[in-house]
């Protein structure tokens, strides 16, 4: 692990990173969280791996490895382990990928405030300030505010019909109020329930 890495707290970790624009996919996994690098580029870029993605991991088979599926797509775990993975290797090639030195980097404490999720022009506000790490679940008009630690904090109800989804493509947005000085992340899950739309 790089100095100056906590593994206690979740960081994010930042390196330079050399590409031969083959394509192969290059997964930094810290603990149980896996971050993907798609090595679509040529020559060093400088990249900053932040929150596990959840859904391009899916999309790979990796080498057996310590797995539950809430640690795996969320927690960092015991982050003193740290391995690199290689995927996505184009057949009958070489590729070469050259890594810099590893930094770790602090998250910023902000809030969100009053997200709301917009479905095909249809909005629902939901009246929470969130804090770096902590989350909110939207299911059947109740909500739920969690920690950072996965710990249930607050119950309360949205301000707006919950949006349905339609039959075929769907668009959907999410917005809220930040008190960060740049530009801030968030990460929404969306997943249908009810009858089957045919």
Known sequence: MPDGFDPTKLQATGFWLCGDGQGEVLNVQVGRCSQLVKIDFTGWKYVELLEA?????????????????????????????????????????????????????????????????????????????????????????????????????AQFAPEGAVPLLKKGENLIRVGAESSAPTSARAEATVIGEGDRLQ
């Open 53 to 153: 993605d959840s859904t391009e991991v899916s999309r790979y088979v990796w080498p057996p490895m310590e797995y539950s599926v809430y640690t795996h797509y969320r927690e960092i775990g015991d982050a003193r382990v740290c391995r690199l993975w290689y995927n996505n290797i184009p057949a009958g090639t070489t590729v070469r990928c050259l890594i810099g030195p590893p930094a770790a980097l602090p998250y910023g404490e902000y809030e969100l405030k009053n997200p709301t999720v917009t479905v095909n022009g249809r909005s629902v506000v939901l009246p929470v300030a969130l804090e770096s790490g902590s989350y909110v679940e939207l299911r059947g008009g109740k909500c739920v505010k969690y920690d950072a630690k996965g710990v249930p904090a």
